[in-house]
C-alpha cells in the first residue's frame, strides 16, 4: 500500500492546498494530511479547528486522512506507516526553504523522499497568510478559500 504525507499549517486550508491534496490523492492508495499542532507561528486557528476544516473540505476524497501531528515529520512520517512526504511548491522564494527541509529530513530518516508538486498556476499567489492579512481588511477572500472557512475566518476577525 503506498501512503503518502502531505504535512502543514493549513491556517487555513486554501485552495492551493486542496489542489495538491486532490492531485496527491491519485498517487497514493492513502494519503494522510498532517496538521502541524505546535507551529513556530502564532496560528489563527488551533489546531482541532484546522484539522476540521480540512477534514471537512476533503470530505469528498474517500482515500484523504486528516491527522494533526506534534513533535519531527519524519517521526509522524514513520508512525503513519508512510515513506513519501508531499510537499506544494508555488515560486522559487518557496525553492530554497523546502530543499532545505527535504534534505534534513532525509539525512534524519534516508528511507524517506520528498515530491513536490507544482502549484496550478490559478493559486500560484495564494498562501494562508495572504488570506489571512486581506480578510482582517475585510476583504473578499471568497475564491481563496471553501465558503465555510472563509465564515470562520470572518468570525474570528470579529473577535
Ligand atoms: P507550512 O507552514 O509547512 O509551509 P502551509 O500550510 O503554508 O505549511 O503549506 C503546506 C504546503 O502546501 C507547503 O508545501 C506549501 O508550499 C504548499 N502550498 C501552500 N499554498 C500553496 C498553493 N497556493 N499552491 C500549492 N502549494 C501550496
Avoid: C, W
Avoid at 496560528?43 to 486522512?65: G, Y
Avoid at 495564494?126 to 465564515?151: M, N, T, Y
Amino acid at each position: 500500500m503506498r501512503i503518502g504525507v502531505y504535512p502543514g499549517s493549513f491556517d487555513p486550508v486554501t485552495f492551493g492546498h486542496l489542489d495538491i491534496i486532490e492531485r496527491a490523492s491519485l498517487m497514493f492508495d492513502r494519503l494522510i494530511v498532517g496538521v502541524l499542532v505546535n507551529n513556530e507561528k502564532r496560528p489563527l486557528f488551533s489546531a482541532d479547528e484546522r484539522v476540521n476544516m480540512l477534514r471537512i473540505a476533503t470530505r469528498h476524497l474517500p482515500n484523504v486522512e486528516v491527522r494533526g501531528f506534534q513533535g519531527l515529520l519524519v517521526d509522524f512520517a514513520k508512525e503513519v506507516g508512510s515513506t513519501v512526504i508531499v510537499r506544494g511548491l508555488r515560486a522559487v522564494t518557496d525553492f530554497e526553504y523546502e530543499l532545505q527541509m527535504a534534505q534534513m529530513n532525509r539525512t534524519l530518516d534516508p528511507s524517506l523522499d520528498t515530491v513536490f508538486l507544482n502549484t496550478d498556476l490559478r493559486y500560484a499567489y495564494l498562501s494562508s497568510s495572504l488570506v489571512k492579512e486581506v480578510a482582517s481588511f475585510d476583504g473578499d477572500i471568497s475564491s481563496f478559500v471553501p465558503d465555510f472557512v472563509a465564515r470562520q475566518v470572518a468570525e474570528k476577525n470579529k473577535k
